[in-house]
């Protein structure tokens, strides 16, 4: 187990607002490797029901880099309510692991 190390899912709509952010976390050390996918997102919205081109960003970081993370997300983030997921690694290469220690470093 592996619970000191989670994956971060955020969304925004705009390319170069995704780049923004994510390099804005990378010189904060809170992520070691950041993932841009373009994504759909179908969902509900004020009571429509809404689909949207998005950027999906994966976040690679220290459990106890979250809260550090979560507060630059929420300072950044062109939405009033954004997507922020954190979801725990149960198992992943310790080689890997040791390199997000490095690149998370305070």
Do not use: N
């Amino acid at each position: 187990m592996h619970a000191d190390y989670l994956i971060v899912h955020t969304t925004v709509d705009d390319r170069s607002k995704a780049e923004f952010i994510a390099r804005t976390i990378l010189e904060a050390r809170l992520g070691a490797c950041i993932q841009i996918v373009p994504i759909q997102s179908l969902y509900r919205w004020e009571g429509a029901l809404e689909s949207s081109d998005e950027y999906r960003l994966e976040i690679k970081t220290r459990a106890d880099r979250y809260d550090a993370l979560e507060s630059l997300l929420l300072r950044h983030h062109p939405y009033d309510t954004p997507e922020i997921l954190a979801i725990p690694v149960v198992a992943g290469s310790e080689e890997y692991l040791r390199w997000v220690d490095g690149e998370c470093a305070q």
